[in-house]
């Protein structure tokens, strides 16, 4: 109940900031194209729900409710690359092809969902209401117990996965078959400092909190193309669309909203 | 060895194995994928030519993943794609710092 309240609070506070900030002035950017850029951001709606990938079409052709993907239960226990880099799951939604022949032979889902790593999906185990979900309350609940406790974040699910993962609350695997050693690149481990039209808005990028989830493939040079001035077209409005940054956070990573996670001398961040 | 023969090598190689025994083929190509996807870490260290034995590599396992049935060859495609790019880029980049 108190997390309830803090939850509460913790969301109120950002968007009450930025008013203030906005009817006290001093800031830097225009403040009508600030205002324009922070109208697009989506509000980040319920924690339990963000990240949630609900899955239709298949499922309905087959009469069955719809899958429901969370994806904080998996966070918890495996880095985004097992499932993104050694599983192969796309990072669209219906983008892999995902279907009961495949999962049910082994493949995807069904590497961990055996009924000994995790529920079982054969038809024996009579597990298929644990995906699909008439509605979510169960899972809803399930998600605030789990959530209690963890670090607290005021957008996207509501925690900040990053400082679970430094200070061990939560210890996901780097690949299916256990932890792996993957050396990090000497070279980047002092975060990145992005410049932007104020100084107060700068950017501070880790390498190092990106590679302890995914590898360099996952962004270079498709997401983002390293060469100097290749990103002319990055903008906050281009990341809202789902580009560079915004091709994960937004959808499953901590949302655009959090504005002070990257705008570190920011005062505020947006919306709730 | 010339690329292109080291390519031509190991593609050969690789479509005659799926097309001899599939079930061993996939596990030999899926194992080569591993292990050519999984240094892209190491990528900013890599010599010229170590990138280029990569790259052919990309291409050879391309040839027998376009082989492959549809849902395999879409999320294998696409994650050659990522890495092979990467490489790619980096070959570029070596190449042209050489030049300077």
């Known amino acids: 109940m108190l997390r309830k309240v803090?939850?509460?609070?913790?969301?109120?506070?950002?968007?009450?900031?930025?008013?203030?900030?906005?009817s006290s002035g001093g800031a830097a950017m225009d403040r009508s194209e600030l205002a324009k850029v922070l109208k697009t951001i989506p509000p980040n709606g319920p924690f339990a729900k963000f990240g949630n990938v609900t899955m239709r079409t298949r499922a309905k052709q087959a009469g069955m409710a719809p899958v429901v993907f969370p994806h904080w239960v998996h966070r918890a226990r495996y880095t985004c690359r097992v499932c993104h880099l050694e599983l192969n799951f796309g990072m669209k939604r219906g983008d892999t092809g995902i279907t009961?022949?495949?999962?049910?032979?082994?493949?995807?889902?069904?590497?961990?969902?055996?009924?000994?790593?995790?529920?079982?999906?054969?038809?024996?185990d009579k597990q298929c209401h644990r995906c699909h979900m008439e509605n979510t309350k169960e899972?809803?609940?399930?998600?605030?117990?789990?959530?209690?406790?963890?670090?607290?974040?005021?957008?996207?699910?509501?925690i900040d996965w990053a400082a679970a993962l430094r200070d061990g609350s939560i210890r996901p695997t780097n690949s299916i078959n256990g932890q792996i050693t993957l050396p990090?690149?000497?070279?980047?481990?002092?975060?990145?400092k992005l410049g932007t039209a104020s100084p107060r808005s700068d950017v501070s990028f880790s390498h190092e909190e990106h590679f302890a989830?995914?590898?360099?493939?996952?962004?270079?040079?498709?997401?983002?193309?390293?060469?100097?001035?290749?990103?002319?077209?990055?903008?906050?409005?281009?990341?809202?669309?789902?580009?560079?940054?915004?091709?994960?956070?937004?959808?499953?990573s901590f949302p655009m909203n959090d504005c002070k996670r990257c705008h570190k001398g920011m005062n505020s961040s947006f919306g709730t | 060895?010339?690329?292109?023969?080291?390519?031509?090598?190991?593609?050969?190689?690789?479509?005659?194995?799926?097309?001899?025994?599939?079930?061993?083929?996939?596990?030999?190509?899926?194992?080569?994928?591993?292990?050519?996807c999984s240094k892209s870490n190491q990528a900013m260290t890599m010599s010229v030519q170590?990138?280029?034995?990569?790259?052919?590599?990309?291409?050879?396992?391309?040839?027998v993943i376009e082989t492959q049935e549809e849902s395999v060859r879409k999320v294998y495609?696409?994650?050659?794609s990522l890495c092979r790019n990467l490489y790619a880029y980096m070959l570029e980049f070596k190449q042209s710092n050489q030049g300077k």
């Not at chain 2, 690789?14 to 061993?24: E, H, T």
């Not at chain 2, 170590?50 to 790259?55: H, I, N, P, V």
């Open chain 1, 6 to 22: 803090m939850r509460m609070l913790l969301r109120a506070a950002p968007a009450c900031a930025l008013v203030l900030a906005l």
């Open chain 2, 77 to 80: 495609l696409k994650r050659l």
């Open chain 1, 213 to 252: 989830e995914l590898d360099c493939s996952s962004c270079h040079p498709d997401i983002f193309n390293i060469k100097v001035k290749s990103t002319s077209a990055f903008t906050m409005e281009t990341n809202i669309y789902g580009n560079f940054c915004g091709a994960c956070h937004m959808l499953v």
């Open chain 1, 139 to 158: 899972l809803d609940q399930r998600f605030e117990d789990f959530s209690e406790g963890l670090p607290l974040a005021s957008f996207g699910n509501g």
């Open chain 1, 100 to 124: 009961r022949a495949l999962y049910t032979k082994g493949r995807f889902c069904g590497v961990c969902h055996d009924g000994t790593v995790a529920f079982g999906v054969q038809t024996a």
């Open chain 1, 184 to 192: 990090f690149p000497e070279k980047l481990k002092q975060p990145l």
């Open chain 2, 1 to 36: 060895m010339n690329p292109l023969r080291v390519k031509g090598v190991i593609a050969a190689a690789l479509l005659a194995l799926a097309l001899a025994q599939p079930a061993r083929a996939e596990q030999a190509w899926q194992a080569t994928f591993d292990e050519t």
């Open chain 2, 50 to 63: 170590e990138l280029r034995d990569l790259l052919a590599t990309c291409d050879a396992l391309q040839k």
